[in-house]
C-alpha cells in the first residue's frame, strides 16, 4: 500500500513562512509528477504547484513568487515553502502524487493523495 504523509502545517502571522513536506512511503517503484493543492473553507479544491520527475514546475498564479516546490527524489518526497503568506492563503493543503508501485503493476501509475495539513495564516 502507498501513501503519502503531509506535515509542517500550522498557524502563522501574515508576512511569515511556512515549509511543508509530503513523504511518499510503501511499495514505489517509481513517482511521476508530485503537486500541492489546496482548498479553503466555502471553496473548491485548486492546484497551488506541481513538479515533475525531471523537475519542471508550475504554479498558480497566485502564488508565484511566493511559494517553491521542490522534491527529493532519493527520500520520495516533496516540499512547498511558502513565503510572504497571506490571510488568503489559509486553507486546508494536500500533496499529490502519481505512483507506480511496482514494475509491472498492471495498474500502472495510481494517483495517490496525502490526508492534508491546516495552514492558518492570521492578519
Known amino acids: 500500500q502507498v501513501q503519502l504523509v503531509e506535515s509542517g502545517g500550522g498557524l502563522v502571522q501574515a508576512g511569515g513562512s511556512l515549509r511543508l513536506s509530503c513523504a511518499a512511503s510503501g511499495s514505489i517503484f517509481s513517482i511521476n509528477a508530485m503537486g500541492w493543492y489546496r482548498q479553503a473553507p466555502g471553496k473548491q479544491r485548486e492546484l497551488v504547484t506541481a513538479?515533475?520527475?525531471?523537475?519542471?514546475?508550475n504554479y498558480a498564479d497566485s502564488v508565484k513568487g511566493r511559494f517553491t516546490i521542490s522534491r527529493d527524489n532519493a527520500k520520495n518526497t516533496v516540499y512547498l515553502q511558502m513565503n510572504s503568506l497571506k490571510p488568503e492563503d489559509t486553507a486546508v493543503y494536500c500533496c499529490n502524487a502519481d505512483i507506480l508501485p511496482t514494475k509491472e503493476d498492471p495498474r500502472g501509475y495510481l494517483e495517490v493523495w496525502g490526508q492534508g495539513t491546516l495552514v492558518t495564516v492570521s492578519s
Open positions: 513538479i515533475t520527475s525531471g523537475g519542471s514546475t
